[in-house]
């Protein structure tokens, strides 16, 4: 059986359904199957009506079976569409297993293409107005995880950057908390944690590493853990908005 | 004299037309005003037929008067003009000096909301299909640059990630590679140079620390220099392509 299909690994961006790319929602708009995340939310989705939508994939850590799975799906559709979609919640190539798909499909022959997306990082920073990096305080940022490969149970070093970003943290923040101050970072360093980035329930609230060290409490959805001096609040800065309005889908200029 | 707009701070992504969001595209449309850099491509600018566009910034290192200079035609601007973008090459929160230009706004009691955009790093990830982290192989990856504020003049310390993105790389690159192996990166590391990320004059290349220390040759636009066993090329992968098709605009699927 030969290949006759396309497939493009898209990233979806933090979940509003305008913070994709123009070339992402063009190519959702023209697919035959698409392929998602639970991370893609309902109106990602509204952009591909004519698709068929095959939901894949855990919402926290996959086991290999389970990418293999995936893998075999975009192979098997590939060989039966011209236009197969994996879309992906933010960018594919950050904490996004796209190495083990795109090793399936050009094992397999079959041609793929890859549409960036928004990472939740850049989205987050975004909403809470809050670079990433500072000139003269903040020149280097780490975008890291400590859940990507549930086979791994040792901590890797965190980063020894400006600005440090823990992708999924939730359950992790306080312990890697306590980690950064064992590793010397200062107590009262600024943090900002963001829940579901871009959603209408996003939550914002600014922490030090000392009160992260005591722990999140409960959370609902995907967390982002922004660290470093880059994150403290500037003098005329609005107060944080717990359930923001301005990064949610706008169809008007307000 | 009261404020009266809103400065919309927007990512235009790596150039490629259709890598800005739908969000960004649609702000474009309806903005009065443009204030773009110079990294900012033309085609991005045919989204805003209707609005004026003023060049501001220079292509390299910017100097903290013409920062300031920016900063008070951002102002004017918006004290004149109901929509005023301010349109920044990749991600205005990463490398962008937008805190400078947020705190300006904020103490002119100007509202201002940034829009993300596709940086530079992720777009060349998607391009080479080589992504940033890898199960087992990288799960973290630090952005910095060594150009950012032109007054520091001494080197910050290389991140100690697992991936390595330098951005504005092309003159500091030898001398980064050189302290890589200083600092105990393996001779043999792969890495990838992208120069003129997802344009039609793209190139890519392929090298090691090892030849990265003897210099990168003439570059001729803005390079990243993408380093670590994450780049290392998968068994199948085709062949890099000097001057990429498969990233620049589509209008139609292929």
């Known amino acids: ?62 086991l290999s079976t389970a990418q293999q799975f995936i893998n075999k799906q975009l192979v098997d559709n590939a060989r039966k569409f011209p236009l197969v979609v994996r879309l992906k ?11 083990e798909e795109l090793r399936a499909l050009e094992e397999a022959g079959i041609d793929v293409e890859v549409v960036p997306g928004i990472t939740t990082a850049l989205a987050a920073a975004a909403t809470s107005k809050q670079p990433l990096t500072k000139r003269g305080v903040a020149r280097s940022v780490a975008f890291f995880t400590s859940s990507t490969a549930p086979e791994h149970t040792e901590h890797a ?62 959370t609902h959805g995907p967390v982002l853990v922004m660290l470093g001096e880059a994150m403290k609040r500037r003098a005329h800065q609005a107060a944080d908005i717990k359930a923001s309005t301005d990064i949610a889908p706008q169809r008007q200029a307000s």
Request: proline letters at 4%; one cysteine or more; glycine letters at 12%.
């Open 1 to 62: 059986m030969s290949a006759i299909g396309k497939v493009y690994l898209i990233g979806a961006g933090p979940g509003a359904q305008d913070l994709i790319t123009l070339r992402g929602a063009r190519l959702l708009a023209q697919a035959d199957v698409v392929l998602h995340d639970a991370l893609v939310t309902d109106e990602m989705l509204e952009l591909c009506p004519q698709a068929e939508k095959i939901l894949v994939g855990k919402r926290c850590g996959q």
């Open 157 to 218: 070093a965190i980063p020894d950057t400006d600005t440090l970003v823990q992708y999924m943290g939730g359950r992790e923040a306080a312990a890697t908390a306590e980690r950064m101050l064992a590793q010397g970072r200062r107590a009262d360093t600024p943090v900002l944690v963001i829940e579901n980035v871009s959603r209408p329930d996003q939550r914002i609230l600014r922490l030090t590493i000392a009160t992260l060290a005591q722990g999140l409490g409960s």
């Open 89 to 99: 919640g933010g960018d594919p190539m950050l904490f996004g297993r796209a190495d």
